[in-house]
């Protein structure tokens, strides 16, 4: 061993990269990124969260990127894309308390996500001409931009050397609506549905509990445009082909359902952002 080795500091391993996107599966969007993010830091494993957010669905990502929190490593490159300003927002990356660094555009995004992950600690503008390569089309910069970010602090670059720091009270930050709440009901809003109608809406187990709620084994649904009776239940099994039920998912949202293979957004009719009002079923 040559003199002085043993003295050495120990080289950080690469960190994973887990990314996320509404670019879709019919394309060559995802392969490019995933080809850079390899040449830059090819060590480095990455996890495929989703690329199947729905487009441009700003809420959707911030929400599936805040849930996945506890299940990605604390020292994750957590890379998410759903930008429908491409070009015109600023590209970040933020270091979290937990250890994690998120990189994506300044629109939201990635602001659910740093709350789970403890606050945000740094914050940077990704602008070093060392890092970001002139974009070869502007409609489509994360292979130049965000991917060579995550990588290169995925390799061991310090976030502070991807370009200028940030006051992360700049930074965008989303807002989730709270359900309305009073005695024997609660005003809720749709925050998103997934591929197979499932109905996730802003309520947590407290918020039911505070309505007097928590004990009602059937439950009125009612919106505009239609409403229904749904069970409680703990799974998808619970409910036979068709009818309506209440769960709480694996986020800790409520979720309004129907039993294999119907689906309840398109049975009442429900999108994000519409609301939705729930009490306790009226046996006559």
């Known amino acids: 061993m040559p003199e002085g080795d043993g003295d050495a500091a120990p080289v950080a391993a690469p960190r994973p990269i887990v990314f996320a996107s509404d670019f879709g599966l019919g394309n060559e969007w995802v392969g490019i990124c995933h080809s850079v993010l390899a040449t830059i830091s090819p060590q480095s494993p990455i996890v495929d969260l989703t690329h199947l957010i729905r487009p441009l669905e700003v809420q959707s990502g911030a929400l599936l990127l805040a849930d ?3 299940y990605i490593a604390d020292d994750a490159v957590v890379l998410g894309v759903v930008d429908p300003n491409v070009g015109k927002d600023r590209e970040i990356a933020v270091g979290t308390a937990s250890g994690r660094c998120l990189v994506g555009p300044d629109n939201g995004v990635l602001s659910l996500a740093w709350d789970a992950a403890g606050g945000v600690e740094a914050a940077v503008e990704i602008a070093s001409h060392e890092i970001v390569r002139n974009p070869r089309a502007q409609s489509f910069r994360a292979p130049d931009t965000l991917c060579r970010a995550a990588a290169h602090v995925a390799a061991g670059t310090a976030i502070e050397d ?16 709270e359900p309305q709440i009073s005695d024997g009901e609660l005003r809720a809003e749709v925050l998103d549905f997934n591929r197979f109608g499932n109905i996730q809406l802003n309520v947590r187990e407290e918020d039911l509990a505070r309505a007097g ?4 084994q059937v439950l009125t649904i009612r919106s505009v445009a239609a409403a229904t009776e749904a069970r409680r239940g703990s799974t ?10 209440a769960i709480f998912d694996e986020r800790g949202w409520l979720e309004i359902v129907r039993g294999n293979p119907a689906s309840a957004a398109e049975g009442l009719g429900l999108s994000p952002g519409d609301l939705v009002w729930i009490s306790r079923c009226r046996v006559p």
């Open 236 to 245: 998808y099994a619970d409910f036979a082909t068709g009818d309506y039920g």
């Open 213 to 216: 709620l928590e004990a009602a």
């Open 68 to 70: 996945s929190m506890p």
């Open 162 to 177: 991807l370009g200028p720091a940030l006051d992360p009270a700049t930074l965008f930050a989303l807002s989730l609506p």
